[in-house]
């Protein structure tokens, strides 16, 4: 079974500042899952990625396979960014599918 | 296209009753997984299902099951409930080459008492 560490476990911010969290995993990878939760409990998936970099819009995501870690970072931030951040890699191996996840990063941006 | 729907959004219950809850996958989509996501515990994996097999198993009693039916829609089942098991339950869906990979519903929110 992956294990999966993420930090910083809460991080506060004022508006407009960049914004990294990061995550670590044990198990080598098919691909990594970045997702974002608000209060009220509704998960967005973010990015998926296997390797290299994505962006969308304010959002970057990295990932280094061979140290089997990622990072996400928010650039330009703002208070509606404000939520819970959440790392997810597949529970195990073997093709099926399921999601193990960090304990999540909980991010306030404040005006 | 309609997203995952999850049936009930909210439901109380009595220690020792069960309880099945429900979760309706994109169109096309053959794979779901549901998890169970506590305030102590946060997101733990429950079970995956894909083509009705149950693919993958979390560690979780077996007072949790599930199927999947073939239209892929799946339900899960928690019987004699305990005050622990009182949570948000949340599927997920997949299928194909997406760019996100999941798809997860809006969850159930279960309360024992």
């Known amino acids: 079974k992956n294990e999966v560490e993420q930090s910083p476990q809460n991080l506060t911010a004022q508006e407009g500042e960049f914004i990294t969290i990061n995550c670590s995993y044990s198990?080598?990878?098919?691909?990594l899952h970045w997702l974002q939760q608000h209060p009220g409990g509704g998960i967005v998936s973010l990015f998926m990625?296997?390797?290299g970099k994505k962006k969308h819009g304010r959002l970057i995501a990295t990932i280094n396979i061979q140290e089997k870690h990622s990072s996400l970072h928010i650039t330009a931030s703002h208070p509606r960014d404000s939520a819970v951040y959440i790392c997810?890699?597949?529970?195990?191996?073997?093709?099926?599918?399921?999601?193990?996840f960090g304990k999540g990063t909980h991010l306030i941006i404040q005006p | 296209k309609a997203g995952v729907t999850q049936t009930p959004r909210y439901l109380i219950k009595t220690r020792g009753q069960q309880v099945t809850l429900s979760c309706s996958p994109i169109?096309?989509?053959?794979?779901v997984s549901w998890y169970q996501q506590t305030p102590g515990q946060g997101l733990q994996f429950l079970f995956e299902?894909?083509?009705?097999?149950?693919?993958n198993k979390g560690n979780f009693p077996g007072r949790f099951s599930g199927r999947q039916f073939s239209n892929s829609r799946s339900e899960m089942n928690v019987s004699t409930l305990e005050l622990g098991d009182s949570a948000l339950y949340l599927c997920?869906?997949?299928?194909?080459?997406?760019?996100?990979?999941?798809?997860f519903g809006s969850g159930t929110r279960l309360t024992v008492v």
């Open positions: 997920a869906s997949k299928g194909g080459q997406t760019r996100y990979g999941y798809t």
């Open positions: 198990v080598g990878i098919s691909a």
């Open positions: 990625l296997s390797s």
């Open positions: 997810a890699v597949p529970h195990s191996g073997g093709g099926a599918d399921g999601l193990t």
């Open positions: 169109s096309g989509h053959r794979s």
């Open positions: 299902y894909f083509s009705e097999t149950q693919r």
